[in-house]
């Protein structure tokens, strides 16, 4: 039964999401979807490098669930990720060392392993977490800080908004300094 600290509504999802795990509802086509948005491709991969961690960590854990070890693989499984990304050569190494110092038994461990495989070519071999959090902009970034001092600033109409004094705005702005 859920824990009796949580709302009304936290339960129910709990409930819903484990009656959909007991009936295997969530399935690799549900799984995929979660994956889609970790996926290395994305023009936003920069924006998004905790999303895309805290992605991998989720769709793992689904594909751990039912194990009669599940808490002993998905925590290791976490630990690992911690401090080496999915791509690191001496991840699964890692996480194998993991496993056996929580005395996961053998055949656990393989199918663990498993998962890890299958998660690794759900994202098409390759989750990039190493260059997530590089700007897909490098070469602009890198102009720009090296000829700050040189840059004379050009005045261009804000992207969104319509900055501090939009056209037919009528909210009374009140008597702050620089309105």
């Known amino acids: 039964m859920p824990n009796k600290d949580l709302n009304i509504l936290e339960k129910k999802i709990l409930l819903a999401l484990r009656y959909s795990?007991?009936?295997?509802?969530?399935?690799?086509?549900?799984?995929?979807?979660?994956?889609?948005?970790?996926?290395?491709?994305?023009?936003?991969?920069?924006?998004?490098?905790?999303?895309?961690?805290?992605?991998?960590?989720?769709?793992?854990?689904?594909?751990?669930?039912?194990?009669?070890?599940?808490?002993?693989?998905?925590?290791?499984?976490f630990q690992t990720h911690n401090y080496k990304y999915l791509d690191d050569p001496a991840f699964k190494l890692s996480f194998e060392r993991e496993l056996r110092q929580r005395a996961v038994p053998e055949l656990e461990i393989n199918s663990a392993v498993g998962y890890l495989d299958s998660l690794v070519s759900?994202?098409?071999?390759?989750?990039?977490?190493?260059?997530?959090?590089?700007?897909?902009?490098?070469?602009?970034?890198?102009?720009?800080?090296?000829?700050?001092?040189?840059?004379?600033?050009?005045?261009?109409d804000p992207f969104t908004g319509g900055g501090s004094h939009p056209d037919g705005d009528t909210y009374d702005k009140g008597r702050l300094e620089g309105f």
């Open 122 to 156: 759900d994202l098409k071999t390759n989750p990039s977490e190493l260059d997530a959090g590089w700007s897909p902009d490098m070469a602009d970034l890198v102009d720009l800080t090296s000829n700050a001092d040189n840059r004379t600033p050009k005045s261009t």
């Open 21 to 77: 795990l007991q009936e295997g509802t969530i399935n690799e086509s549900v799984l995929s979807d979660m994956l889609k948005d970790v996926e290395h491709g994305s023009d936003e991969t920069s924006h998004h490098s905790q999303f895309r961690w805290e992605g991998i960590d989720d769709a793992f854990k689904l594909k751990a669930a039912g194990s009669p070890y599940e808490d002993a693989v998905t925590s290791s499984f």
